[in-house]
């Protein structure tokens, strides 16, 4: 079971729908938990960054984590063309002394 | 602010040569990390280097070696290239450690032939 799963899509969706992208992990000590979107050719940006549970919001970006469930989630709302690209999820269980591990990503594509 | 900046942005080389990558972090940022990206594997950690020390380490060959200078900067080198060493090569650059929020650069793609 690999620590992090998450949908490679392709997840095609009409301008304004609402967008749900999500990750499971196996590893109960992951505490940090990031979403970073990457444009084709580019690095990935960071979009939220979320520390054990809760919800955050930012603009049209929310992000869930559900540790009991070992479960997080990034909800694009009203979802625009500029938002086609792929997601990747991030998380890891300490600050310092570890690295990120990533999910192999969601590819979104929005269209108008 | 400047971000993370990554040169070159593009390299081709020959199997057998060896390269070097250079990142330079956001300003104050003593934390610097590579992973390599490939389609099949996606992101996969290298190493971390914070205060011109190798904190942390991926599970790939001694081929893949990095340094920090004492302005943060960070060079990675690849010897004895292989065809499947191949990848987007990025730096992320974090204020506190490699396992928070981190800024990645624009990426190296190396094409080995």
């Known amino acids: 079971q690999k620590e992090v799963e998450q949908d490679p899509g392709p997840l095609s969706v009409p301008e304004g729908a609402i967008v749900s992208l999500n990750c499971t992990y196996s590893?109960?000590?992951?505490?940090?938990f990031m979403w970073y979107r990457q444009y084709s050719r580019k690095g990935p940006e960071l979009l939220m960054y979320?520390?054990?549970?809760g919800n955050k919001e930012d603009g049209r970006f929310t992000a869930q984590v559900d540790k009991s469930s070992k479960y997080i989630s990034l909800f694009i709302r009203d979802s625009q063309p500029s938002d086609s690209a792929t997601y990747l999820c991030?998380?890891?269980?300490?600050?310092?002394?570890?690295?990120?591990?990533f999910g192999k990503g969601t590819t979104l594509s929005v269209s108008s | 602010k400047a971000g993370v900046t990554q040169t070159p942005r593009y390299l081709i080389k020959t199997r057998g040569q060896q390269v070097t990558l250079s990142c330079s972090p956001i300003?104050?940022?003593?934390?610097v990390s590579w992973y390599q990206q490939t389609p099949g594997q996606g992101l996969q950690f290298l190493f971390e280097?914070?205060?011109?020390?190798?904190?942390n380490k991926g599970n790939f060959p001694g081929r893949f070696s990095g340094r920090q200078f004492s302005n943060s900067r960070s060079e990675m080198n690849v010897s004895t290239l292989e065809l499947g060493d191949s990848a987007l090569y990025l730096c992320?650059?974090?204020?506190?450690?490699?396992?928070?929020?981190?800024?990645f650069g624009q990426g190296t793609r190396l094409t080995v032939v």
């Open positions: 979320t520390y054990s549970s």
């Open positions: 280097y914070f205060s011109e020390t190798q904190r």
């Open positions: 590893n109960s000590a992951f505490q940090y």
């Open positions: 991030a998380m890891s269980p300490n600050q310092a002394g570890t690295a990120l591990i």
């Open positions: 300003s104050g940022h003593r934390s």
């Open positions: 992320a650059s974090s204020l506190r450690g490699a396992g928070t929020e981190a800024f």
